[in-house]
């Protein structure tokens, strides 16, 4: 082992990362992982939905480093984020994901943090051909050249079926030892893990990316379309678009109304960001109102919520309406659900 032979890690928590950095550390590379936050990855370290809703927004890498050996810093790129989200240089992918840029941010970032350790390269657990829109050969490049780590990115995972790096030119890191998978299928990389006594790792695709679900792109691209020219949404609001049904009341107010107990507990959590709802007489979600809501909207959120609740239908169901302390309640018809069907944002 060669103490002086550092590198930086990308590592997203899922199993390619998982494998890269395994695939490093054993020929004796001292790794130092950085794990980052864009805001918009709302899952914990085992791809699951957070259960606790105070917990949503912070990762803990303790755990996935320490089953790695190696330490994992955590990068927060929320704020600068915004730029990369609503002006991407290179276009979006399927839905609202700028990943080209994401993607190079991310790597200009671990450049800098090469120079602050004193490590020789960077690597990533990318694999050539498995994402459309990052990880074909010319996307590759550009991504490396607009980095500025031309020769010092090192894709462990394809590095056999990609042109040789700095690292393995000089001998830092052996060629002959990295790999050459490509292509969307995992088969290889899951035997992988399993010869090396891998066991944890979130599902093999291991995206978080909340920005390539249809439903949540259409929910931000709604809300953005009502923010001022230097406005952003705050951590809070991007969790609460992956929770819930999200009715648009009118152009000044929304409403989500839970759809398990779980999520009851989350918009219970945010109360505070609105008007919370609950009906009285049935058992049911409970809704929170964003915005600035009228009085006939918080009466259509409340035939929204009635028409939820489970047990006897009833012509009239009483709900109540909380916000900062004050309270009070409203008889509504449940709203049928077509007619809420038409308000909803999916």
């Given at each position: 082992m060669t103490d002086a032979i550092r590198a930086i890690a990308l590592f997203s928590g899922g199993l390619d990362s998982t494998l890269a950095i395994r695939i490093v550390r054993d020929q004796g590379i001292l790794?130092?992982?950085?794990?980052?936050?864009?805001?918009?990855?709302?899952?914990?370290?085992?791809?699951?939905?957070?259960?606790?809703p105070g917990e949503i927004y912070r990762t803990d890498p303790s755990a996935a480093g320490e089953r790695?050996?190696?330490?994992?810093?955590?990068?927060?790129?929320?704020?600068?984020?915004?730029e990369i989200l609503t002006k991407p240089r290179h276009g979006y992918g399927s839905v609202m994901n700028p990943c080209i840029d994401c993607r190079i941010r991310m790597l200009?970032?671990?450049?800098?943090?090469?120079?602050?350790?004193?490590?020789?390269?960077?690597f990533t657990g990318e694999v050539l051909g498995q994402r459309p829109m990052t990880q074909h050969r010319r996307t590759l490049r550009l991504i490396e050249k607009e980095?500025?780590?031309?020769?010092?990115?090192?894709?462990?995972?394809?590095?056999?079926?990609?042109?040789?790096?700095?690292?393995?030119?000089e001998g830092w890191i052996d060629r002959?030892?990295?790999?050459?998978?490509?292509?969307?299928?995992?088969?290889?990389?899951?035997?992988?893990?399993?010869?090396?006594?891998?066991?944890?790792?979130?599902?093999?695709?291991?995206?978080?990316?909340?920005?390539?679900?249809?439903?949540?792109?259409?929910?931000?691209?709604?809300?953005?379309e009502r923010l001022g020219p230097d406005e952003r949404l705050a951590r809070e609001e991007v969790h609460l678009l992956k929770v819930?049904?999200?009715?648009?009341?009118?152009?000044a107010a929304k409403a989500i109304v839970a759809r398990d107990e779980a999520e009851c507990r989350v918009l219970h959590f945010h109360a505070r960001l609105g008007w919370r709802l609950e009906a009285e007489e049935v058992r049911g979600p409970v809704a929170l109102v964003q915005g600035e809501p009228?009085?006939?909207?918080?009466r259509l959120a409340a035939a929204i919520t009635a028409s939820y609740g489970s047990g006897k239908a009833a012509s009239s169901v009483r709900v109540r309406i909380e916000r900062r302390g004050e309270s009070r309640t409203e008889d509504v018809a449940p709203l049928p659900r077509e007619r809420g069907a038409a308000l909803r944002i999916e």
């Amino acid at each position: 082992m060669t103490d002086a032979i550092r590198a930086i890690a990308l590592f997203s928590g899922g199993l390619d990362s998982t494998l890269a950095i395994r695939i490093v550390r054993d020929q004796g590379i001292l790794v130092h992982a950085l794990r980052f936050q864009t805001g918009f990855c709302l899952v914990d370290d085992r791809g699951k939905p957070r259960a606790n809703p105070g917990e949503i927004y912070r990762t803990d890498p303790s755990a996935a480093g320490e089953r790695l050996g190696v330490p994992v810093e955590v990068v927060d790129i929320y704020d600068e984020y915004w730029e990369i989200l609503t002006k991407p240089r290179h276009g979006y992918g399927s839905v609202m994901n700028p990943c080209i840029d994401c993607r190079i941010r991310m790597l200009r970032i671990a450049k800098e943090k090469m120079a602050e350790r004193g490590a020789r390269f960077v690597f990533t657990g990318e694999v050539l051909g498995q994402r459309p829109m990052t990880q074909h050969r010319r996307t590759l490049r550009l991504i490396e050249k607009e980095s500025g780590l031309e020769g010092f990115l090192l894709r462990p995972l394809s590095a056999k079926l990609l042109d040789p790096t700095v690292p393995e030119k000089e001998g830092w890191i052996d060629r002959e030892k990295l790999l050459d998978f490509s292509g969307r299928s995992r088969k290889s990389q899951i035997r992988l893990a399993s010869a090396l006594g891998i066991e944890e790792y979130p599902t093999p695709a291991g995206g978080c990316c909340s920005l390539l679900d249809p439903v949540f792109a259409s929910r931000l691209v709604d809300r953005l379309e009502r923010l001022g020219p230097d406005e952003r949404l705050a951590r809070e609001e991007v969790h609460l678009l992956k929770v819930g049904r999200h009715f648009r009341l009118s152009p000044a107010a929304k409403a989500i109304v839970a759809r398990d107990e779980a999520e009851c507990r989350v918009l219970h959590f945010h109360a505070r960001l609105g008007w919370r709802l609950e009906a009285e007489e049935v058992r049911g979600p409970v809704a929170l109102v964003q915005g600035e809501p009228t009085e006939e909207d918080l009466r259509l959120a409340a035939a929204i919520t009635a028409s939820y609740g489970s047990g006897k239908a009833a012509s009239s169901v009483r709900v109540r309406i909380e916000r900062r302390g004050e309270s009070r309640t409203e008889d509504v018809a449940p709203l049928p659900r077509e007619r809420g069907a038409a308000l909803r944002i999916e």
